[in-house]
């Protein structure tokens, strides 16, 4: 590996302590961790297999004495690709930007902490994008509501219903209930209120909705509430803010490690760096700039794991516009 030298040029070096500050850069508002785990893998491009559910069928069994036993076909399986193309972005930390800082400012720290934030929020982009587009499942694994059916129409709608008609439908599909919910911001403040919840909680101890409790009545174990927000406006133009999750609820069944044979709702391949890091910044100097270049990079792939014959997502459930 190259020494960095900061009075050099071009020598490219692996930054162990930019590293950890890009590894650890936390962002609680981002939910693609817990929704898609990460798999790592030693290949830039390669295949992973989808087993089929033969096991779920039964096939006579009975052995007349001298006979030999009935011979079943194995698993059927079948492979999908995945490509681990990486994701970067750079930005120069100059020399007058370090001479002219003061407490608590750190240039590298902070243009590190920058680009982090950056690579993480496109990911989480490319999983919403993913997982809340409807052409992605199966037929069947998703609803729009409109009108009275969304859950801010407190005397027509059913949240609790409509929830329970995704889990028994991912249950029929890999016969386990989802295991966990992307429930954005605005929707959730909108459950909060909602009067199928406060009637059920009414004579409780407490009588206050939080998340936790709206995640008990409708029978999930987890639920994360995100309410990251994103600028859709071009560099330099006014600002556009919107919540990155949207109206848009999602159910999945997510293992808790991924293993083989096993339903999962979607992974992401990871083809990690030296030390199997998911994530490194290096960093390198330009002395025509009288800079050092930092940079941040992601090597991924997202796809989802259980899938019925036309590869469609069957371990997950989508309730898209659940609010106005």
Same mark, same amino acid.
């Given at each position: 590996?190259?020494?960095? #030298?900061?009075?050099?040029?071009?020598?490219?070096?692996?930054?162990?302590?930019?590293?950890?500050?890009?590894?650890?850069?936390?962002? *609680?508002?981002?939910?693609?961790?817990?929704?898609?785990? =990460?798999? *790592?893998?030693?290949?830039?491009?390669?295949?992973?297999?989808?087993? @089929?559910?033969?096991?779920?069928?039964?096939?006579?069994?009975?052995?007349?004495?001298?006979?030999?036993?009935?011979?079943?076909?194995?698993?059927?399986?079948?492979?999908? *690709?995945?490509?681990?193309?990486?994701?970067?972005?750079?930005?120069?930390?100059?020399?007058?930007? +370090?001479?002219?800082?003061d407490s608590p400012f750190?240039?590298?720290?902070? @243009?590190?902490?920058?680009?982090?934030?950056?690579?993480?929020?496109g990911r989480e982009v490319?999983?919403?994008?993913?997982?809340?587009?409807?052409?992605?499942?199966?037929?069947?694994?998703?609803?729009?509501?409109?009108?009275? %059916? %969304?859950?801010?129409?407190?005397?027509?709608?059913?949240?609790?219903?409509?929830?329970?008609? @995704?889990?028994?439908?991912?249950?029929?599909?890999?016969?386990?209930?989802?295991?966990?919910?992307?429930?954005?911001? %605005?929707?959730?403040?909108?459950?909060?209120?909602?009067? #199928?919840?406060?009637? =059920?909680?009414?004579?409780?101890?407490?009588?206050?909705?939080?998340? #936790?409790?709206?995640?008990?009545?409708?029978?999930?174990?987890?639920?994360?509430?995100?309410?990251?927000?994103?600028?859709?406006?071009?560099?330099? %133009?006014?600002?556009?803010?919107?919540?990155?999750?949207?109206?848009?609820?999602?159910?999945?069944?997510?293992? #808790?490690?991924? =293993?083989? =044979?096993?339903?999962?709702?979607?992974?992401?391949?990871?083809?990690?760096?030296?030390?199997?890091?998911?994530?490194?910044?290096?960093?390198?100097?330009? *002395?025509?700039?009288?800079?050092?270049?930092?940079?941040?990079?992601?090597?991924?792939?997202? +796809?989802?794991?259980?899938?019925?014959?036309?590869?469609?997502?069957?371990?997950?459930?989508?309730?898209?516009?659940?609010?106005?």
């Open positions: 590996m190259a020494v960095y #030298d900061p009075r050099g040029g071009g020598n490219i070096h692996i930054d162990v302590a930019l590293t950890n500050v890009a590894v650890g850069y936390p962002n *609680n508002n981002l939910v693609g961790d817990n929704l898609v785990p =990460r798999v *790592n893998v030693q290949k830039q491009s390669n295949f992973y297999y989808v087993f @089929g559910r033969e096991a779920w069928g039964t096939h006579a069994d009975l052995r007349s004495a001298g006979t030999e036993a009935n011979e079943i076909p194995g698993l059927a399986v079948s492979k999908q *690709n995945y490509m681990a193309v990486e994701h970067a972005l750079q930005i120069a930390v100059t020399d007058e930007e +370090r001479e002219n800082a750190s240039p590298d720290r902070d @243009g590190t902490e920058l680009v982090t934030a950056k690579i993480l929020l490319a999983i919403k994008n993913m997982v809340t587009t409807t052409a992605n499942y199966a037929t069947g694994m998703f609803a729009t509501l409109s009108g009275g %059916q %969304q859950w801010n129409d407190y005397v027509n709608s059913n949240p609790i219903a409509d929830v329970r008609t @995704g889990i028994r439908l991912i249950n029929a599909q890999i016969f386990m209930d989802p295991n966990y919910a992307v429930i954005p911001y %605005q929707v959730m403040s909108t459950l909060e209120d909602h009067p #199928d919840f406060i009637e =059920r909680i009414k004579y409780s101890e407490r009588g206050i909705l939080t998340p #936790d409790i709206i995640a008990s009545i409708f029978g999930l174990p987890r639920v994360t509430v995100p309410s990251a927000g994103i600028n859709s406006a071009a560099l330099g %133009q006014v600002v556009s803010l919107s919540y990155l999750w949207g109206k848009d609820v999602v159910l999945a069944w997510v293992p #808790d490690a991924p =293993r083989l =044979r096993q339903p999962a709702f979607a992974y992401e391949f990871n083809w990690g760096y030296s030390g199997n890091l998911p994530m490194v910044t290096d960093r390198w100097r330009e *002395n025509k700039r009288k800079s050092d270049i930092v940079r941040v990079q992601r090597r991924y792939d997202l +796809r989802f794991a259980a899938l019925d014959s036309s590869s469609k997502a069957i371990a997950g459930y989508v309730i898209k516009a659940a609010v106005a």
